[in-house]
């Protein structure tokens, strides 16, 4: 099924990140000059700094929620994604009408592509 075929994938992806961090960390551990430490925020600073990330990680949460637990298929989870972004784009007007007829012109030639590659 296409849900056990995303595990698949989910489990070495998953692992490549840990070895990449565990990369990164190395390296700054052997040469501190080459992460130089940030500034220090204050909690509140840190949860403000996150206002702009909560809809997108509650769209994640919400399409791979329901893919692994079966309440919808991988197809209607694109659809539910693609759905969420939209209105997304809206409550943070950023999609005006040109941006708008931008996205739509590449998903045509997106999908114009991949049906000339099916036939």
Same mark, same amino acid.
């Given at each position: 099924?296409?849900?056990? #075929? !995303?595990?698949?994938?989910?489990?070495?992806?998953? &692992? $490549? %990140?840990?070895?990449?961090?565990? *990369?990164?960390?190395?390296?700054?551990?052997?040469?501190?000059?080459?992460?130089?430490?940030?500034?220090?925020?204050?909690?509140?600073?840190?949860?403000?700094?996150?206002?702009?990330?909560?809809?997108?990680?509650? #769209? !994640?949460?919400?399409?791979?929620?329901?893919?692994? &637990? $079966? %309440?919808?298929?991988?197809?209607? *989870?694109?659809?539910?994604?693609?759905?969420?972004?939209?209105?997304?784009?809206?409550?943070?007007?950023?999609?005006?009408?040109?941006?708008?007829?931008?996205?739509?012109?590449?998903?045509?030639?997106?999908?114009?592509?991949?049906?000339?590659?099916?036939?």
């Amino acid at each position: 099924s296409i849900r056990e #075929l !995303f595990a698949a994938g989910f489990i070495p992806g998953f &692992l $490549g %990140i840990l070895l990449y961090l565990g *990369a990164v960390r190395y390296v700054v551990w052997r040469i501190p000059e080459a992460g130089p430490c940030g500034e220090k925020l204050s909690w509140p600073e840190r949860l403000k700094a996150l206002n702009g990330v909560w809809g997108v990680l509650i #769209l !994640f949460t919400i399409v791979m929620g329901g893919i692994y &637990l $079966g %309440i919808f298929t991988p197809t209607e *989870a694109a659809g539910i994604g693609a759905g969420g972004a939209f209105v997304i784009a809206l409550a943070r007007k950023s999609l005006t009408f040109g941006s708008l007829f931008d996205i739509l012109t590449d998903t045509a030639r997106t999908s114009a592509m991949l049906f000339a590659v099916l036939i």
